[in-house]
């Protein structure tokens, strides 16, 4: 009973992570009205006076809920064709308008739960209130500004991987550390015979949509995506007995994802993906680069030994291989993997112990 409650009902990484920016949005649009009304000092005697602070900030936070998840779920999927600029506008227009029906919904609140009026002089109040005290003008600049930093926040967001935002905005990198890590380079099967039958637009849609399947699955397993070359997704994870596992569940997900997708592949290329992989761990050196556009980098023998061991899967005609480091530090049945014994890697002096995995 315990795993079949572990399989259906266990809530995907990609969605925490959506659920943790709705309550981020939900929390900073709150605060942002609760610092409002501390700094109108009018406001916050009328709101002392009728003991509605709580209750307003309570409504405020269930509202923004709302509009959070339509920020971060219905409107991104509604207009992501849209091109950037026009998507900021559109989405801004719209809550903007959801905005103002919070502002109304939490003044009719006021005055009728509150302040006890009947619903009728509450609208009147409101309709006096917001066109002869300039309300409805500071609102709309008001949630202007919110929007705009709240976009900024989910751009950012959606430019980094997870984790990576918050490393450079508190300067975890601006020195260069070494972290033991494990590297995994993934990349597309047979690319270049795929790119001739599909031609250069639909070869690009198909690489989308496969980088976004092996994506998902890399980010569910809590790895970061350190860099997209082409068809090619480079990720990694801090070194435990743990995260070598989820490397290897990544992998396996990946897999899965592509198979459930198998038929819109098919139904719209013809052709359903394979991937090859090379998994590697060791020392690499982390820090940030970059004048004006900042990222990480992560550089090291072992960044250029894993790039040499997928590439050996082309030579080998093996999908998964994996360095001796790795097979030692993750339990695995012995017909899960063969000894491919020492294989001479390009930039390397001396051979290098390699296994291929049956997962």
């Given at each position: 009973?315990?795993?079949?409650?572990?399989?259906?009902?266990?809530?995907?990484?990609?969605?925490?992570?959506?659920i943790?920016?709705?309550?981020?949005?939900?929390?900073?649009?709150?605060?942002?009205?609760?610092?409002?009304?501390?700094?109108?000092?009018?406001?916050?005697?009328?709101?002392?006076?009728?003991?509605?602070?709580?209750?307003?900030?309570i409504?405020?936070?269930?509202?923004?809920?709302?509009?959070?998840?339509?920020?971060?779920?219905?409107?991104?999927?509604?207009?992501?064709?849209?091109?950037?600029?026009?998507?900021?506008?559109?989405?801004?227009?719209?809550?903007?308008?959801?905005?103002?029906?919070?502002?109304?919904?939490?003044?009719?609140?006021?005055?009728?739960?509150?302040s006890?009026?009947?619903?009728?002089?509450?609208?009147?109040?409101?309709?006096?209130?917001?066109?002869?005290?300039?309300?409805?003008?500071?609102?709309?600049?008001?949630?202007?500004?919110?929007?705009?930093?709240t976009?900024?926040?989910?751009?950012?967001?959606?430019?980094?991987?997870?984790?990576?935002?918050?490393?450079i905005f508190?300067?975890?990198?601006t020195?260069?550390?070494?972290?033991?890590?494990?590297?995994?380079?993934?990349d597309?099967?047979?690319?270049?015979?795929?790119?001739?039958?599909?031609?250069?637009?639909?070869?690009?849609?198909?690489?989308?949509?496969?980088?976004?399947?092996?994506?998902?699955?890399?980010?569910?397993?809590?790895?970061?995506?350190?860099?997209?070359?082409g068809?090619?997704?480079?990720?990694?994870?801090?070194?435990?007995?743990?995260?070598?596992?989820?490397?290897?569940?990544?992998?396996?997900?990946?897999?899965?994802?592509?198979?459930?997708?198998?038929?819109h592949?098919?139904?719209?290329y013809?052709?359903?993906?394979?991937?090859?992989v090379?998994?590697?761990?060791?020392?690499?050196?982390?820090?940030?680069?970059?004048?004006i556009?900042?990222?990480?980098?992560?550089?090291?023998?072992?960044?250029?030994?894993?790039?040499r061991?997928?590439?050996?899967?082309?030579?080998?005609?093996?999908?998964?291989?994996v360095?001796?480091?790795?097979?030692?530090?993750?339990?695995?049945?012995?017909?899960?993997?063969?000894n491919?014994?020492?294989?001479?890697?390009?930039?390397?002096?001396?051979?290098?112990?390699?296994?291929?995995?049956?997962?």
């Open positions: 009973m315990i795993l079949f409650k572990h399989r259906w009902f266990r809530i995907s990484n990609i969605t925490k992570y959506r943790k920016s709705v309550l981020f949005i939900a929390f900073f649009w709150t605060l942002s009205d609760w610092i409002l009304v501390l700094l109108n000092n009018q406001a916050l005697e009328k709101v002392n006076r009728e003991h509605n602070l709580w209750m307003r900030e409504i405020m936070f269930s509202l923004s809920v709302i509009m959070g998840y339509l920020f971060v779920y219905k409107l991104k999927k509604l207009l992501s064709h849209y091109p950037l600029w026009l998507l900021f506008v559109l989405k801004s227009a719209i809550l903007l308008g959801s905005a103002l029906v919070i502002s109304f919904i939490i003044q009719f609140v006021s005055f009728t739960l509150v006890g009026q009947s619903p009728g002089l509450a609208l009147h109040n409101i309709l006096v209130y917001a066109l002869h005290k300039n309300w409805l003008l500071q609102k709309v600049v008001y949630w202007i500004v919110i929007f705009f930093i976009q900024l926040f989910l751009l950012i967001n959606e430019r980094y991987s997870p984790g990576v935002f918050m490393d508190l300067g975890k990198y020195q260069p550390k070494i972290e033991k890590r494990i590297i995994m380079f993934m597309l099967k047979d690319s270049t015979p795929i790119a001739e039958k599909l031609g250069h637009q639909l070869y690009f849609k198909f690489i989308r949509d496969f980088i976004y399947q092996v994506s998902s699955a890399i980010i569910e397993y809590e790895g970061r995506i350190y860099q997209y070359v068809d090619e997704a480079v990720s990694s994870w801090l070194f435990d007995k743990k995260n070598t596992r989820r490397c290897m569940d990544a992998v396996i997900l990946a897999r899965r994802n592509i198979q459930r997708k198998s038929a592949f098919r139904r719209a013809g052709i359903v993906p394979e991937f090859r090379g998994i590697h761990l060791g020392d690499v050196t982390v820090g940030e680069i970059g004048v556009k900042k990222d990480l980098a992560m550089t090291g023998d072992t960044m250029n030994t894993t790039a061991i997928r590439s050996a899967t082309n030579e080998l005609n093996h999908n998964l291989i360095s001796k480091e790795f097979i030692e530090n993750i339990d695995l049945e012995d017909w899960q993997s063969e491919l014994g020492p294989v001479e890697l390009k930039g390397k002096g001396s051979g290098v112990e390699l296994f291929s995995l049956n997962i």
